[in-house]
């Protein structure tokens, strides 16, 4: 089994170089930061648009494989290169990663434990009110892109906080500048941060996960192995619990990393809705000035967590299901 | 008998929830008594109710199902007891086994733990883990399973389907039961697992004394285990009797085409089959349900459903009971011809020489940077078989011997890893196209799951037709063949505008037939074509089967596990063991006087339809489990579970290091086997034989 994983980690970093090429050839194509230069007030010389470009490598005059070949080459030895406005990405990476992981990683374990659950109640009242509750619920948010969604949450908390009188929900930013108290204190004020961006995120995750759980479930609780348990002595709720939860969850581990790809793309969104200073915002921000580098690292990030979500995946599914774990 | 009653079924009512929420009667009014320590077979074709009779008594229908009468388990009320209660008497009380034990057993942990939950369960306190999982080990080496201990920690899809059955009973027996219900036990397991489980099932039994409901479609199985036998139609029992009465002297119609309608490996017989089939759950009339199909049915049958009568024991829900009194199938229904076993003696047809065929493993293909051999198991190792024109050859093994893949090979029409085919006087490794067109009409199969080989969207008339475009003929030419395949298979010319999900399985097949027979094929393989049918209709598609090859149909490849329906059907028979063939010859000389010990063993498993001659019968119970596609092995595959081997001495260096070839050297199509102590025609190994001269040196 370890040399399996092994394996499955070999061509996640085949499939990392791959995705890291594609997404520095077509922001290239795709981006143009000679016009963000050129549109500077005052209009700098073209010797100047020129020189800075090369400072970047991304001058558009050289090809761009070779471009390619000194962004790795530098990739290769840690240093992602230069911003457009002359920082540095590695810094940059290094401030927005932990936003973008927390929300992520949140957003994750909140969407992937309720999905589940609801699911699962939804399949043992089958039919019943809860399970066609349930049902509205999830086809209403899935028909909601993240962006409305967030939107919503955030005008819902504006009035919210109007009608309290003072501010309840926070919905901008990750923390409340220039707090002063104890950890405590900071804690609170992250968690009340968080709170409708996670939401965002997870709810998304709700309605799918949910949906799959409950097909998952309704299929186990007509398996023949179910029956046994009861024909065993079980009770019908605890052979589901002790007997059904487990196989259930087996098919949703592959949901599952196909499922994070979908989360992420709603991350970006919320980032920039609720002014996380995330890498979801550098992308959008940095893909409006032409900021290829930026971009690139972005990419690097999103393929990385992707491919390890993936990976994670590959393990549950064998920690759950012995049938996958030979050879 | 005077033993306590430990079972009492009253006007038990089983119905599902219908479409059209009118709910379908499955189980209407079935009453039956178990007493301690007896066996009650259970027998019926599928849709009569015997799995939903099963369920309820343990409260384990799926829900939607609706339950009333009595179930009196211990005299306590089973039916409308809260589940709470129900579950302590499940498991502990009454216990079940299953038809299926890979998906009756949770995949995902090991069958150890899982006896011992069903041991701790019911414990107050619960003892330890570590004591319960001893137990269980101990459970496990009661019903005969070999390393308990291993096999305890192994999961369920790593152990194959008999030690898998086992087990499943071994976790039945764990609390002691009252009660054991066995839903179709054997049903997915090849005949000689099947012997080695019923004796499990016996032995676990009588080590527990408990009563055993034993419900099965398969009369040979009956036979031979049950003290009492119930038979079910259409949702009631229609008869009850003691077993060597109810196969001696049934006194219901039903019965008596049911018993006529299992071929038997002892004997070709006309069989019975029963024309039309038996009513769709609700549409059952006033009367007696099997009347429409009955010859015997008068007025009074119409009128009303007949109740229980008879004596001593030997019921029947019959009001013609008397007027069958001394008849045989044969004078109530339709009987087919027996085989007229003529030695068809045409020129080969179809020749397999050396055949052989692997397959890479799971996860050895693929991408990777440096090339390793692939590893592989062999599926076939050397098959030889020939089919000449007009006869019909079964080729017979248990699962995983390879007969599917030989059948495969064969139709692929392609250059085979070695070894050679040849049909028709072609080699299939060096067809023109040409050929390869002309020889893939000529060759046609037919498989076991009709419904999944039918197109649920076509019409009959385009499936049938589907070939014959494929083959070029002018429409008008199809326009006329199309009822004319339908006529010859037993079918309406009606049936044309249908579609197949509109049709019972065995029409199913017929429809499958007509397809296959559409253009003319000079070879025609099957794959398991009646495995899936019940008996009464089984027997209605041999009899096509028979008559297609006495009008000089297409020369037959028949694969089947089942013996008896060998001797029904067959010229010649080919075994198979593990990818290679063993013995092949005449039906009646390889069925007379087989000459290979695992032909031996394979025969003697096949259980007969006859509670006198069951328990006189010497059964030889293989050890050990029939081997899948394995890896290249020198010797004789079969030595591991061959009596003869075991009995030798310094001989069996032979059977280890050499292939036994072929011999019995004669004319193409005489008995042949591979085996190097080979049983004369006396029953007697060679090996008790004086030596012959010429012994070949041993390598």
């Given at each position: 089994m370890v040399g399996r994983l092994s394996k499955r980690l070999a061509h996640g970093a085949l499939l990392l170089l791959f995705a890291v090429f594609l997404s520095y050839v077509i922001s290239s194509a795709a981006l143009s930061p000679r016009a963000y230069f050129e549109d500077r007030q005052p209009r700098p010389s073209a010797a100047t648009v020129d020189h800075e470009l090369a400072l970047l490598g991304t001058d558009d005059r050289t090809p761009v494989l070779e471009r390619f070949g000194h962004w790795s080459w530098r990739a290769v030895h840690g240093d992602l290169g230069r911003t457009v406005d002359g920082g540095s990405v590695n810094a940059e990476f290094g401030r927005r990663i932990g936003v973008s992981t927390r929300l992520l990683l949140v957003g994750t374990l909140v969407g992937t434990g309720l999905g589940v659950l609801a699911g699962l109640w939804a399949a043992v009242r089958r039919h019943r009110l809860p399970d066609r509750a349930l049902t509205v619920f999830s086809f209403l948010v899935l028909s909601v892109p993240t962006f409305v969604l967030a939107l919503l949450f955030k005008e819902g908390a504006l009035w919210f906080n109007q009608s309290a009188g003072h501010t309840v929900i926070r919905y901008t930013g990750e923390r409340t500048p220039g707090l002063t108290g104890s950890l405590a204190t900071h804690l609170k004020d992250r968690a009340a941060h968080l709170a409708l961006p996670a939401a965002t995120v997870a709810l998304g995750a709700v309605a799918s996960y949910s949906r799959y759980q409950r097909g998952a479930t309704l299929d186990v609780l007509g398996s023949d192995h179910l029956r046994t348990a009861q024909a065993k002595g079980l009770t019908p709720g605890r052979a589901l619990l002790r007997h059904g939860l487990r196989t259930s969850l087996i098919p949703l581990t592959t949901f599952f990393s196909f499922g994070f790809l979908t989360l992420f793309t709603g991350a970006v969104f919320t980032e920039e809705i609720f002014g996380w200073p995330g890498m979801g915002s550098w992308f959008m921000d940095s893909a409006q000035k032409g900021d290829i580098n930026s971009v690139v690292a972005v990419n690097l990030f999103a393929a990385v967590t992707v491919l390890l979500a993936g990976f994670v995946a590959d393990v549950l599914h064998a920690v759950l299901d012995p049938r996958v774990r030979t050879r | 008998m005077t033993a306590a009653k430990v079972l009492d079924v009253e006007d038990l009512h089983v119905s599902y929830a219908g479409s059209s929420r009118t709910p379908l009667p499955v189980v209407r009014g079935v009453g039956f008594s178990l007493r301690r320590g007896e066996v009650l077979g259970l027998v019926g074709e599928s849709g009569a109710g015997k799995t939903a009779t099963a369920l309820a008594l343990l409260g384990l229908l799926p829900p939607g199902a609706r339950v009333s009468g009595s179930v009196r388990l211990l005299g306590t009320?089973?039916?409308?007891?809260p589940v709470r209660d129900l579950a302590r008497l499940r498991g502990r009380r009454i216990a079940m086994v299953f038809q299926d034990p890979l998906a009756a057993?949770?995949?995902?942990?090991?069958i150890g733990d899982q006896i011992a939950e069903a041991l701790r369960i019911h414990q107050r306190p619960q003892s330890a883990r570590e004591l319960a999982r001893g137990r269980a080990r101990e459970l496990l080496e009661g019903v005969g399973v070999p390393d308990p201990s291993r096999i305890a920690r192994s999961y369920p899809h790593e152990l194959s389907g008999g030690l898998r059955q086992r087990a499943m009973i071994a976790m039945a027996i764990a609390n002691d039961p009252d009660v054991i219900v066995a839903d179709e036990p054997t049903s997915a397991l090849d005949a000689t697992v099947q012997a080695q489980v019923l004796d499990a099932l016996e032995n676990a039994r009588r080590a527990t004394g408990a009563a055993l409901l034993l419900v099965s479609h398969d009369l040979g199985v009956i036979a031979g285990a049950a003290d009492r036998v119930a038979v079910m139609y259409a949702g009631r029992i229609v008869e009850t009797a003691p077993v060597d009465a109810l196969f001696a002297r049934p006194r219901m119609p039903y019965t008596l085409g049911l018993l006529g309608s299992v071929p038997r490996l002892d004997a070709a017989v006309a069989l019975t089959p029963i024309p039309g089939g038996p009513p769709a759950p609700g549409s059952a009339g006033p009367g007696c349900s099997f009347a429409p199909r009955c010859p015997l049915a008068t007025e009074a049958c119409r009128a009303g459903e007949p109740e229980p009568a008879g004596s001593e024991g030997h019921l029947a829900a019959c009001v013609r009971q008397d007027a069958l009194a001394g008849r045989a199938a044969a004078d109530l229904f339709p009987a087919s011809a027996p085989l007229r076993r003529t030695s068809p003696g045409g020129a080969p047809l179809l020749r397999v020489a050396g055949l052989t065929k692997s397959f890479p493993l799971p996860g050895s293909s693929g991408f990777r940077l440096r090339r390793k051999p692939a590893e592989v198991r062999l599926a076939l190792e050397g098959v030889d078989l020939e089919v000449r024109r007009g006869e019909t050859v079964a080729l017979v093994g248990e699962s995983g011997s390879g007969k599917t893949s030989t059948l495969m090979e064969i139709i692929a029409l392609g250059a085979p890893e070695s070894g050679t085919v040849e049909i028709a006087g072609y080699d299939t490794s060096v067809l023109s196209r040409a050929d390869a067109r002309r020889l893939r009409g000529s060759v046609q199969i037919l498989v076991q799951d009709p419904m999944a080989s039918l197109d649920p969207r076509m019409r009959v008339a385009d499936i049938v037709a589907e070939p014959l475009h494929a083959q070029r003929v002018p429409k008008e030419t199809i326009a006329a063949r199309v009822p004319e395949l339908l006529r010859r298979v037993g079918?309406?010319?009606?049936?044309?505008?249908?579609?197949?999900?509109?049709?019972s399985g065995g029409q199913r097949q017929r429809i499958a037939l007509a397809r296959a027979l559409a253009v003319r094929p000079e070879l025609l393989l099957l794959d398991e074509p009646v495995s899936a049918l019940d008996v009464s209709v089984q027997a209605g598609i041999l009899d096509l089967l028979r008559r297609l090859r006495d009008e000089r149909g297409p020369a037959c490849l028949f694969v089947t596990h089942d013996l008896a329906v060998v001797r029904q059907i067959a010229d010649r028979v080919v075994v198979m063991y593990g990818g290679r063939t063993v013995e092949s010859g005449p039906v009646t000389d390889v069925f007379g006087s087989p000459r290979h010990p695992y032909t031996r063993a394979l025969l003697s498993a096949v259980p007969l339809p006859d509670p006198a001659a069951e328990r006189a019968r010497a059964r030889i119970v293989l050890p050990g489990e029939p081997p899948g596609a394995g890896e290249r092995s020198t010797g004789c595959r079969f030595r591991g579970r061959c009596a003869v081997y075991t009995a030798l001495g310094e001989e069996r260096r032979r059977c280890e290091r050499e292939t036994p070839a072929t011999n019995?050297?004669?004319?193409?199509?005489?008995h042949t086997s591979a085996c190097h102590f080979p049983y004369d025609a006396k029953g007697v190994p060679a090996r008790l034989r004086p030596e012959p001269e010429e012994h070949p040196p041993v390598r």
């Open positions: - | 009320e089973l039916v409308g007891l057993f949770n995949p995902a942990q090991h079918l309406d010319v009606q049936d044309a505008e249908r579609r197949p999900h509109q049709f019995g050297a004669g004319p193409p199509g005489e």
